[in-house]
T-cell receptor
Framework: KQEVTQIPAALSVPEGENLVLNCSFT??????LQWFRQDPGKGLTSLLL?????REQTSGRLNASLDKSSGRSTLYIAASQPGDSATYLC??????????FGAGTTVTVRA | EPEVTQTPSHQVTQMGQEVILRCVPI?????FYWYRQILGQKVEFLVS????????KSEIFDDQFSVERPDGSNFTLKIRSTKLEDSAMYFC????????????FGSGTQLSVL
């Protein structure tokens, strides 16, 4: 059974600093990996999806890398802003499209 | 951008009552899912649905749960006799089934069982 772990559980940084969020998973036979953003009491917004054959994906200030062999993914957020404050979830996808989620990293960006 | 719509946003019910949570997936999507998140816990998979039948379900999805696509647009989750431990945020999701298989999630229904 896939286990997804996210470290740290919480992170507080001043505005402008770069954020580094880590995700590890136990079963490297993944189909893809998605990073989501969750605001309090709200749904999940997909940020980036990395296919198993890819090493990274970029969207604006966000960059996600994937190292399948070591079971790790990292989400980088450049030049953080207070609006980036949220919980970030990592989820691995199997070939049946079922996702296994980590517990998330709650980010606070201080103005 | 198209989105997945869920109703209601909040549902309060008494233990033992039946509830139906409703979802309208993105119109050209073929795969549908229910996930739930108990407060303070991970988002967990409940069930996936394709071609009008369940393709996979978790251990959580016991006989008290059922899903249905009653027409071409709605996707519902029914809990027959709610328990206190069913209190959670329930998320509906859909995907097109073609690469990349990004899942699109709705904003959730917060179910409170009293």
């Amino acid at each position: 059974k896939q286990e997804v772990t996210q470290i740290p559980a919480a992170l507080s940084v001043p505005e402008g600093e770069n954020l580094v969020l880590n995700c590890s998973f136990t079963d490297s036979a993944i189909y893809n990996l998605q990073w989501f953003r969750q605001d309090p009491g709200k749904g999940l917004t997909s940020l980036l999806l990395i296919q198993s054959s890819q090493r990274e994906q970029t969207s604006g200030r966000l960059n996600a890398s994937l190292d399948k062999s070591s079971g790790r993914s990292t989400l980088y957020i450049a030049a953080s802003q207070p609006g980036d404050s949220a919980t970030y979830l990592c989820a691995t996808g199997a070939n049946d499209y079922k996702l296994s989620f980590g517990a998330g990293t709650t980010v606070t960006v201080r103005a | 951008e198209p989105e997945v719509t869920q109703t209601p946003s909040h549902q309060v019910t008494q233990m033992g009552q039946e509830v139906i949570l409703r979802c309208v997936p993105i119109s050209n999507h073929l795969y549908f899912y229910w996930y739930r998140q108990i407060l303070g816990q991970k988002v967990e998979f409940l069930v996936s649905f394709y071609n009008n039948e369940i393709s996979e379900k978790s251990e959580i999805f016991d006989d008290q749960f059922s899903v249905e696509r009653p027409d071409g647009s709605n996707f519902t989750l029914k809990i027959r006799s709610t328990k206190l431990e069913d209190s959670a945020m329930y998320f509906c999701a859909s995907s097109s089934g073609t690469a990349p298989e990004k899942l699109f999630f709705g904003s959730g229904t917060q179910l409170s069982v009293l």
